[in-house]
């Protein structure tokens, strides 16, 4: 799925994380990717998160997944909205529909949402910590969007849904299929069907918070920390007041906390590692069989291709000496001369053909066994697991 017009450099400019954009139908020729049907499968499944919202007079009432399946049959009149998180993870089709907006980097791409509703349906006013792209898959959508929200912004009293209570919208679309509204962090929206069978995907992005970086680091730098590592003052005076904490010491405190917070290049390899953790475990591509630099080099020198599992997360830092750190999936690979190549290749393709020729190359059959025998990748032989 391409689009055929739109501005990314305009769009970066004017409009990312800054304000909202309606961006009438960009496509080639856009098609739904996804049936109701399966949408609703989907949200009877173990292991994948999904939620049932139903209007009940003035109050929306929510329903945690998985559902079972007779609970689509027992719906009424009241509007209703099923929404299912993550469902590039199990369905290509919608996966597609993440990479035109591969302009933002893939480290910050959280998942693709998939909401259908009937008429009257949707989730209510709010607002998203995460930047999204709502596009309309099929039927009609109302949306009103803005203005700013932060964590003083009321909310209404409500056990599952962070509602706004007096929102008051400074603009409103309706969608059509094709249709794309870019809401930024903060805004708050409210998105309601107009008429049945609307379908929305959000294309969703996330954005770690400052608590989340400090933790994760703080955490894993302790984990390596020495008891014996500690506070010494060899060069103590007597202070004229017993209670007092100096200057001098705080200083000598403060600089312990920071000095070992501060390495770069330990911190890179850190955040490519805790930013690669898969969201959900369940899409487990790990194979019965374990792959052997044997299997692996059959399969280059076959030409099979390789698949690159949809719920795992790659990315790459590139290191100063020329070669990269390869992260799938919370583990790090330092890769150089081909295997780089081959692993950045990774990174850009959800699936592709690597070089039979590097069947003679170790560190880049190396790379494939662990990566396949983690469930981050697979070659396409055509055999479903
Ligand atoms: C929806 O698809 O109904 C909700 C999407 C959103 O507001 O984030
Ligand atoms: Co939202």
Redesign the pocket.
Known sequence: MQFAHFDIDQFLRNHWQKRPLLIRNPWNDWQNPLEPDELAGLACEEGIESRLIVRDGDALKMESGPLPEARFGELGKEAW?L?VQAVDHTVPDVAALIEPFRFVPDWRIDDV?V?Y?TNGG??GP?Y?QYD?F?VQGLGR?RWRVGPVCNAQTPLLPHEDLRLLPDFEATDEWVLEPGDILY?PPGFA?D?VAVGDDCM?Y?V?FRAPSRAELVEGWADHQVDRMAEDDRYADPDLAAQPHPGEITAASLDRLHAMVLESLSNRADFARWFGTFNSQPKYAEADWRPEDLATPETVQDSLAQGIPLLCNPASRFAFIRQATGGITLFADGQSFDCTGETADLAMQICANATLEADPALAASSSAVELLVTLINQGSLAFDDGEED
């Open positions: 909205t929404l949402m909401s509703a949707g989730v709010h998203d999204v709502l959508r809401v929206h998105g929305t959000s969703g």
